[in-house]
């Protein structure tokens, strides 16, 4: 009996050479975060993988996309958000000022939350002093 990468392996090169595309889905067992992208080691025989996560930021469950894998391309490398609404699927600004999507575990910069206080309690013209 093959195993389940090789049996992968001969389905894509089948679709190839009937030139269909072909897609496959993984799903894993975490909400948030992971240790492999694909648990049964197929990535390196794949031309294109796309990660799809929930993200937690700011308490509010969010979906972030990424293009981890393009074969042959100069894909983005930015993590963006997207929805999914009546309309259809909307790619969004990609997130910044804030690290660590992937492993589930965000972590806010320094620098973008100061500015982010300053535009809330900065200087104003309009206030009164003291």
Same mark, same amino acid.
């Given at each position: 009996?093959?195993?389940f990468?090789e049996?992968?392996?001969g389905?894509?090169?089948?679709?190839?050479?009937?030139? &269909?595309?072909?897609l496959f889905t993984?799903?894993?067992?975490m909400l948030? +975060?992971g240790e492999?992208?694909?648990e049964?080691?197929?990535?390196?025989i794949?031309?294109t993988i796309i990660l799809?996560?929930? &993200?937690e930021?700011y308490?509010?469950?969010? *979906?972030?996309?990424?293009?981890?894998?393009?074969? +042959?391309?100069? *894909?983005e490398?930015?993590i963006?958000?997207y929805m999914?609404d009546?309309q259809g699927?909307?790619?969004?600004?990609?997130?910044?000022?804030?690290?660590g999507?992937l492993? +589930?575990?965000?972590?806010?910069m320094?620098?973008r939350?100061?500015?982010?206080?300053?535009d809330?309690?900065?200087p104003s013209?309009?206030?009164?002093?003291g």
């Open positions: 009996m093959k195993s990468r049996f992968v392996i389905l894509t090169s089948h679709i190839k050479h009937l030139e &269909v595309t072909g993984n799903t894993t067992a948030m +975060g492999t992208i694909t049964t080691h197929i990535s390196t794949t031309d799809l996560r929930y &993200v930021l308490g509010e469950m969010r *979906h972030s996309l990424a293009i981890l894998k393009m074969r +042959g391309t100069q *894909h490398k930015d963006r958000e999914i009546s699927m909307h790619i969004k600004d990609p997130f910044r000022g804030v690290h999507i492993t +589930g575990t965000p972590t806010y320094f620098s939350e100061r500015q982010n206080l300053f809330m309690f900065g013209d309009d206030r009164a002093d």
